[in-house]
């Protein structure tokens, strides 16, 4: 079905109805996969490159290039650059579906240090968590930590989990933290939210209760 299989012919049972039918899907199937192809090179340059360039003037503002800001100009500047991240995150997150959708997602795996990039994105909360009065905890983030994988795709879901915490945890602290033990590496993100409801637990663990 995945592939486009929407119809089958019986043999000695085709005439040209069934014929017509068939054709008649297939030219429907190939419309919707060019309507998706267009959907994901939209999301690719019409969205994305946009939000680059917002982003880039927001942070030539914050960082005064274009002369010297009050406080609350700063506050706006770096308003700005957090719902541009938003945004696209989000872009980010349809392209992807998008692309699981028609199996063109590939992982490009090189080493990296698991610590370094946990520690940007945290850095990059540090403005929503000060707006919120979170305090920020960080754990065994100083050595490097060397992993192989996709970076862009790993740095995408430390993000979004990150971002949960932010946006449901209201009072209290948000800690991220790696650790490695049995040749393998956990990223931890947790906090002094409300946590998850025990039916949308995945898997059950014997982990803290507000840890995802």
């Not at 040209?16 to 090179?41: C, Q, S």
């Not at 503002?61 to 995150?89: C, Y």
């Not at 080493?111 to 940007?120: G, M, Q, R």
């Not at 393998?184 to 993100?189: D, G, K, L, T, V």
């Amino acid at each position: 079905i995945r592939q486009g299989a929407q119809d089958y012919l019986v043999k000695e049972q085709v005439h040209p109805g069934v014929i017509r039918r068939v054709i008649r899907y297939a030219i429907e199937r190939k419309h919707v996969l060019a309507m998706k192809d267009h959907f994901v090179n939209l999301l690719s340059h019409e969205l994305r490159t946009p939000l680059m360039i917002l982003k880039e003037i927001f942070s030539l503002l914050g960082k005064e290039k274009m002369g010297a800001l009050n406080e609350q100009q700063h506050r706006f500047a770096d308003m700005g650059i957090s719902t541009v991240e938003r945004m696209d995150r989000t872009t980010s997150n349809l392209l992807d579906l998008a692309k699981m959708e028609f199996g063109k997602i590939t992982l490009k795996k090189a080493p990296f240090d698991l610590n370094a990039l946990a520690k940007e994105i945290a850095d990059s909360f540090e403005y929503p968590m000060k707006q919120k009065g979170l305090e920020l905890k960080m754990n065994n983030l100083g050595g490097c930590l060397e992993v192989v994988a996709d970076r862009d795709k790993i740095a995408q879901v430390i993000t979004n989990i990150l971002h949960n915490a932010v946006k449901f945890t209201q009072t209290g602290w948000i800690e991220v933290s790696t650790v490695e033990r049995n040749n393998r590496i956990e990223c931890r993100i947790s906090d002094s939210g409300q946590g998850l409801a025990k039916e949308n637990l995945l898997v059950a663990r014997s982990k803290p209760k507000h840890s995802r």
